[in-house]
């Protein structure tokens, strides 16, 4: 098995965002499977709204630029998003509209995504954990030529799950979250390879 290189991110910005707790759980879950892991804050990265007329202008954002460089060099991502009203975060629609964007007129359609892969997770103080939002982010991955990985974890109840240090508190949830994402990082490492 290839060790895949994964870039690992969460669709939340918020202090204490459940969403982003869980997904340190995984980026070290991930590590400890023996993946390369780059784990980004996209807070680091501010994009405008998506809007041709920039991109008309000036090009991609350089913000958009990093992203995508570092998007390319992945084999596969892991996401964790909230669910706004049944569906992902305006923040990770924007910022993965904008990495699917080419920079010049021979780069190969969607190069940031297609033939790589993705693991999908999410939390919430709700009883389905947001599991409606990532539904909505799978089709939208599979669109732009992301194989997702067939099972998904949302966190229900995450407000009793997730302590004040953003580390998981339930040993049944923290031994999901690792065996899916050993399970993920295999099957990433043979896609890969």
Not at 166 to 186: F, G, P, R
Request: proline content about 4%; overall charge negative.
């Amino acid at each position: 098995m290839t060790q895949p290189k994964l870039v690992a991110f969460s669709g939340s910005t918020r202090q204490g965002s459940y969403n982003t707790a869980i997904l340190k759980a995984a980026v070290n879950a991930a590590s400890e499977a023996g993946a390369e892991v780059d784990l980004l804050d996209l807070r680091d990265f501010e994009l405008p709204l998506f809007n041709q007329d920039i991109e008309a202008g000036g090009g991609l954002p350089e913000a958009a630029r990093q992203l995508k460089a570092r998007f390319r060099r992945a084999d596969g991502f892991i996401l964790a998003s909230p669910e706004y009203n049944s569906a992902f975060s305006p923040l990770l629609k924007n910022t993965i509209d904008w990495c699917s964007r080419a920079e010049s007129d021979d780069e190969a359609p969607l190069a940031a995504y297609a033939g790589k892969c993705a693991l999908l997770l999410s939390a919430s103080p709700g009883a389905l954990g947001g599991l409606r939002g990532l539904y909505s982010l799978r089709i939208l991955l599979q669109n732009i030529q992301v194989t997702v990985y067939p099972e998904m974890l949302s966190v229900r109840s995450a407000h009793q799950v997730i302590g004040a240090d953003d580390n998981l508190t339930d040993a049944q949830w923290s031994a999901k979250i690792k065996n899916l994402t050993e399970a993920y990082v295999s099957f990433a490492g043979k896609l890969a390879g």
